[in-house]
């Protein structure tokens, strides 16, 4: 019967080997404790040197953070730690600079706008008030928004998607290229270009400045947004399920509308909604265009209109301590109007989505 000889693993190391992993750690509490001390040194350094700007003092404050975390953990850890605590700090940095911007805005719009926001401003235009006395409200200005969005909509929401689908389903060859060069190049078309375009045309042709002008604008700025994401989201559609359709004899256009854009639909309205939020704050186009107007105008085809960027723009204009909490009060509800939409393209993704 052999035996087998089992070799024993020495319980120390050979000299010379260096350990290069620590079995120490920092806490879980590590991170806050490194934003505290950094925020103690970035604001009374910021004192020190007589800076009053804040923001000095927060730039300050995150440098100190990614230098701290990153010392300390490479002495309590190792240099492996601390690199990965140096990318995680970085991170958190950069989110920060982005999401106080964004509170900030949020909060000053709110504090400022909630002065005059009540029933009376929302159901009430400004015909007959002054504009730097106190009164009147924002009615006409969310008619007119809702009726040249709504009108935008209808415009270019047939033409990206038809657009879209040719693109994905049927488009080869230099005439695919060139339709998409040029999707491309009105995405960062400036909106003073498309309100001058349409500006020639109602000046060739004699027409009157009205809702649907704007609409139009609003519609060419439109149309690019709607062709990317119907684009995407069709691509992300699985080609099994396309040649399944086919193979069971289902010609190519009906395959197209019974599933190819039925499995997109989710995304599809999702980047309707979006640009609908995109075009709802411009303010050139409608300048040019649409005018503006202390009145009710409930007909888009005639007469000027106004909207709530136009609104905003026109009370601010004015300069009148009345005629600026207007102003914040229709940044809040034009923000309102754009989180709503965002909220219902959120709901929709999520009711589309395919179960698991």
Known sequence: MSQTAVKETPSHA??????????????????FGFAAVSIALGVGLGLV??????????LLSALFFVVISYTVTSAVENRRQAKDRLATSVVWVCFVLAVVPLFSLIWVTVSRGAK?????????????????????????AIVGTLEQVGLATLVSVPIGLLTAVYLVEYG???LAKAVTFFVDVMTGIPSIVAGLFLLSIMLMFELQPSGLMGALALAILMIPVVVRSTEEMLKLVPNELREASLALGVPKW???????????????TTGVMLAIARIAG???????????SQLINTNPFEGAQSSLPFYIWEQYRVGSEASYDRAWAAALVLIAFVMILNLVARGIARWKAPKH
Do not use: C, N
Not at 284 to 291: D, E, K, N, S, Y
């Open 172 to 174: 080869k060859g230099a």
């Open 254 to 268: 009906r395959t197209i509308t019974k599933v190819v854009i039925p499995t997109a639909l989710g995304g599809i």
């Open 282 to 292: 411009e303010t050139a186009p409608i300048m040019l265009l649409v005018f503006g």
């Open 116 to 140: 005059v926001l009540d029933g009376y401003f929302l159901t009430h235009s400004m015909a007959g008030v002054p504009g730097f006395e106190a009164g009147g409200g924002v009615y006409h």
């Open 14 to 31: 050979a000299p010379g080997h260096r350990r290069t992993l620590s079995t120490r750690s920092l806490p879980r509490w590590a991170p």
């Open 49 to 58: 040197a007589g800076w009053e700007s804040r923001i000095q003092w927060g």
